[in-house]
């Protein structure tokens, strides 16, 4: 399946990763509409990511790793809370499945250092392949889809462009 949507928009774990959290944020992402650059929620993501990630991350189009371990051969998404961690199960997944079409085999993990949690990802290449082809019908479509009200509206980026 090929990651590539338009010779501008590919498939990207932030894709995959908010598809699972809002489809319209899926689709002005992919339309280049970026949120507000100094939005208190991206700075802590950024910090997050100084503090735990690898300096040289592993990346192909449409991904970059946030850490790798050599010695067991795991990608490592790293996010700042445990909120999202379905999405975030989904994202590293979407990278094992692409590591896996470059002929490395991985294990994943999700890592929540405030929790100091852990959760273990082990590819499922048909739920790939449904995120990816959930990800390409809302690139696709004309419009956004409809605004939803959600428990995390109230903190995101593109809050004033949906209900601004």
């Known amino acids: 399946m090929s990651i590539y949507l338009r010779p501008d928009v ?3 774990g932030t894709l ?3 598809s699972k ?3 319209r944020e899926v689709w002005y992402m992919a339309r280049h509409v970026t949120p507000f650059e100094g939005h208190s929620k991206l700075e802590k993501g950024r910090a997050i990511h100084q503090i735990y990630g ?5 990346s192909l189009d449409g991904m970059k790793i946030d850490a790798f371990r050599k010695e067991d051969r795991t990608v490592v998404e790293i996010k700042s809370s445990s909120r999202h961690v379905e999405s ?3 994202q590293t997944n979407y990278y094992l499945y692409r ?4 002929g490395l085999e991985c294990e994943g993990e999700v890592y929540v250092p405030k929790k100091d949690e852990r959760i273990r990802v082990t590819l499922d290449e048909e739920k790939v392949k449904k995120d990816m082809e959930e990800v390409r019908r809302i ?3 004309g419009s956004p889809p409809p605004r939803v009200r959600i428990k995390f509206c109230r903190r995101c980026a593109y809050k004033d462009l949906c209900w601004g």
């Open 10 to 12: 590919v498939i990207t």
């Open 16 to 18: 995959i990763w908010y």
């Open 21 to 23: 959290v809002c489809p």
């Open 54 to 58: 690898d300096e040289l991350p592993i």
């Open 88 to 90: 975030a199960m989904a």
């Open 99 to 102: 590591l896996k079409e470059v």
């Open 139 to 141: 690139v696709e479509s």
